[in-house]
């Protein structure tokens, strides 16, 4: 049993070596300190005009969110869509049903205002 979870475990052994090693070396070879040229925030090869205390407004994240729940869920459309021949009309209906509450749920967050950019 122990030979078919030999690769396994060699290759965890070998990555956590090399990973360890590289983090010693990093601590003896690597800069004391960093220059303070290179703390300065760069965006594409030029200085970012952005502050540090700079906040993104809520709808940055509410729409963001948004996107990732929506896109999720018609994750799970999919394996449905391969297969439905061999789930049957139960599965067509429970997909429906499934389709129509996300689209009720998009119209509630799209008549609330949320997808609107400030």
């Not at 090693?21 to 300190?33: C, D, E, T, Y």
């Not at 205390?53 to 869920?73: H, K, N, P, Q, V």
């Not at 994750?75 to 061999?86: C, E, G, H, M």
């Amino acid at each position: 049993m122990l030979r078919s979870y030999l690769p396994a475990i060699v290759f965890l052994v070998l990555g956590g070596g090399v990973g360890g090693a590289f983090a010693v070396l990093n601590s003896f070879i690597g800069p004391r300190r960093a220059a303070p040229q290179k703390q300065d925030p760069y965006e594409c090869g030029l200085p970012s005009d952005v502050k540090k205390g700079l906040r993104f407004g809520i709808s940055f994240y509410l729409i963001a969110m948004l996107f990732i729940l929506f896109d999720i869920e018609v994750i799970f459309l999919y394996p449905i869509a391969i297969q439905l021949r061999a789930f049957g009309t139960f599965a067509l209906i429970e997909t429906l049903v499934f389709v129509v509450l996300l689209f009720v749920a998009f119209v509630y967050v799209w008549r609330r205002g949320a997808l609107e950019w400030r």
